[in-house]
């Protein structure tokens, strides 16, 4: 990934692929006010750690590939040329089909076997159309 590369889409995972974290810390919060104290503080905490590992996760659809990057206490960075990419698959769950939410999985061509996940992600269909549409150009 070359630094001063134009960036066609940068995107965080979408908060309602998180919502387990949500949910659950609400829970938790309303459990705390009701009931024993420390489980409003857990419930807090839950949402905050949930939105933290959130944000800490960044996709980014690049002219010459896609990065997938996440730094919070480290750092890592994956990226593929769209050239390598071989195989693309979405998948939804029920309830992400519902909410608009997905994972895009995709692997790679080459001994390596790099694979970059894209998790949490708002339009996984309108992604993969891009990310195919850059793979066709190539």
Same mark, same amino acid.
Do not use: C
């Given at each position: 990934?070359?630094?001063? *590369?134009?960036?066609?889409?940068?995107?965080?995972?979408?908060?309602?692929? %998180?919502?387990?974290?949500?949910?659950?810390?609400?829970?938790?919060?309303?459990?705390?006010?009701?009931?024993?104290?420390?489980?409003?503080?857990?419930?807090?905490?839950?949402?905050?750690?949930?939105? $933290?590992? +959130?944000?800490? #996760?960044?996709? %980014?659809?690049?002219?010459?590939? $896609?990065?997938? #990057?996440?730094?919070?206490?480290?750092?890592?960075?994956?990226?593929?040329?769209? *050239?390598?990419?071989? !195989?693309? @698959?979405? +998948?939804?769950?029920?309830?992400?089909?519902?909410?608009?939410?997905? !994972?895009?999985?995709?692997?790679?061509? =080459?001994?390596?076997?790099? *694979?970059?996940?894209? @998790? =949490? $992600?708002?339009?996984?269909?309108?992604? #993969?159309?891009?990310?195919?549409? @850059?793979?066709?150009?190539?």
């Amino acid at each position: 990934m070359n630094i001063n *590369e134009p960036i066609l889409k940068k995107f965080h995972p979408h908060f309602l692929g %998180y919502l387990a974290f949500y949910v659950g810390g609400g829970i938790l919060f309303i459990l705390g006010y009701f009931t024993y104290w420390p489980l409003y503080i857990i419930g807090i905490l839950t949402i905050i750690l949930g939105e $933290v590992v +959130r944000r800490a #996760e960044t996709f %980014y659809l690049l002219e010459s590939g $896609v990065t997938r #990057e996440y730094k919070l206490l480290t750092t890592s960075r994956d990226f593929v040329e769209y *050239e390598k990419i071989q !195989n693309i @698959k979405v +998948r939804q769950s029920i309830l992400e089909n519902i909410i608009g939410v997905g !994972n895009i999985h995709m692997d790679t061509s =080459g001994g390596d076997n790099t *694979e970059i996940n894209f @998790k =949490g $992600v708002l339009d996984p269909y309108g992604i #993969e159309h891009i990310i195919r549409e @850059k793979m066709k150009a190539v």
